[in-house]
């Protein structure tokens, strides 16, 4: 069904007109189509915004249950990490402070650097300890070799 607009009814109505000589007045016909076509329009606009709202306040909560399910995945992920440190924090219920856990990671990486540097003393060590048993093994060797020939001499003599 098609609406004719209030403008093409006055141009085809005139100022009072009458409809087809019928003696019919419909200025007043007009003025009534004028309204219900201006309620019309005004309905289809306040449709339109409160669909534009609608939209709007879908798309915020799509975006907050997004925000929630990352948060949710970032919690799940930082827990995962504090369990190779502290397997009782499968226990715990409260949010994992990411700064907290970054703190506690920097502590390791220096105490693994520590270990490292004393791995590397204690090592260096164990090389000159083994260097000079090895040189006190041949030393006495060679005394041995000595003795068991001053032996072979006397025994000779």
Do not use: W
């Amino acid at each position: 069904m098609s609406i004719i607009k209030p403008r093409k009814i006055q141009m085809y109505a005139g100022e009072p007109a009458k409809y087809m000589g019928s003696g019919v007045d419909i200025s007043e016909f007009c003025e009534l189509y004028k309204e219900t076509y201006k309620d019309l329009i005004k309905k289809e606009q306040q449709a339109r915004i409160k669909a534009e709202n609608d939209l709007v306040q879908e798309q915020n909560k799509v975006k907050q249950a997004k925000s929630i399910s990352l948060i949710q995945l970032n919690q799940a992920q930082l827990k995962k990490i504090n369990l190779l440190f502290d397997p009782e924090a499968k226990y715990f219920t409260e949010p994992i402070d990411f700064n907290g856990l970054y703190s506690l990671l920097e502590k390791i990486k220096q105490k693994e650097t520590e270990l490292t540097t004393q791995l590397t003393s204690l090592q260096s060590e164990k090389n000159l300890f083994m260097n000079e048993k090895a040189e006190i093994i041949k030393g006495l060797e060679e005394k041995i070799k000595e003795l068991e020939l001053e032996a072979e001499k006397k025994q000779k003599e």
